[in-house]
């Protein structure tokens, strides 16, 4: 069977090769930051907290992990990942495993060289009980990066709706929820990115003090199209209706 993150990766893998497209993924996952590529396909997600989110492309995932998106699943091999059940070698922790990727790129080719001159780890400052790790754990590293590794090759074909998002965002409703959720700035930046006029909506809307009132860069613009296509799914919808729910209780 395939799982979502197998999805995912697919219709990545699809949508990247329409150079006109630029593909977001919105995920708490982070296991998707193996599929990001320069800033073809990048990471919309979380970063401390609900009010914290960061947006992933090559650049910024070098440089939380220090080495590029498409070594995550070696170094998942390597480590290992509790949270997902994936072993990885015994012995081997984060800082090691960055150290054998960056000197040696992927697990397959630290295994190669490895087999054809151990002493080329030992000259690179790899330690003795790592190398005999390495030697014991070959079927662990590669088992446990098969398992990291999401497959992009789903028998799924994905095809973009004939209509931009923004054709069918309703901004009244949108100023309605954030006036309920008491969004107090998002409104005029709502606005601002579809460019275009809407009447005022039946309530008060926030006033906005000058700080409010500058312009987005194009980070929060990005982050912020992101936002309105959430807030216009299904999720929000059933967002709205436990809201509803609790507060008739």
Not at 8 to 24: C, H, Y
Not at 142 to 152: D, G, N, V
Request: include cysteine; aromatic fraction near 6%; hydrophobic fraction near 40%.
């Amino acid at each position: 069977g395939f799982e979502a993150d197998d999805i995912l990766a697919t219709i990545a893998e699809q949508a990247k090769k329409n150079k006109n497209l630029r593909v977001v993924i919105a995920s708490g996952d982070m296991d998707t930051l193996q599929l990001v590529d320069d800033d073809r396909v990048t990471v919309y997600t979380l970063k401390k907290g609900i009010n914290d989110t960061i947006l992933y492309n090559e650049k910024a995932v070098e440089e939380r992990f220090g080495f590029k998106p498409a070594l995550l699943t070696d170094y998942k091999g390597l480590r290992g990942d509790p949270s997902d059940n994936i072993i990885g070698i015994a012995g081997i922790g984060e800082k090691t495993a960055t150290e054998l990727l960056l000197g040696f790129g992927t697990i397959e080719n630290i295994y190669k060289v490895l087999k054809k001159d151990r002493n080329k780890l030992l000259e690179a400052g790899i330690k003795e009980r790592i190398v005999k790790l390495l030697e014991e754990g070959e079927e662990e590293a590669l088992f446990s990066k098969m398992l990291a590794t999401a497959k992009r090759d789903v028998p799924i074909e994905f095809e973009l709706p004939k209509k931009e998002w923004r054709a069918d965002v309703d901004v009244n409703k949108i100023l309605a929820l954030f006036h309920e959720l008491q969004f107090k700035t998002l409104g005029a930046r709502v606005k601002q990115l579809l460019g275009i006029e809407t009447e005022e909506p039946n309530f008060s809307q926030p006033s906005f003090d000058e700080a409010e009132k500058e312009m987005a860069s194009e980070e929060d613009v990005a982050k912020l199209s992101i936002a309105v296509w959430l807030l216009d799914s299904n999720l929000c919808r059933l967002y709205l209706l436990l809201k509803r729910c609790r507060n008739a209780e």
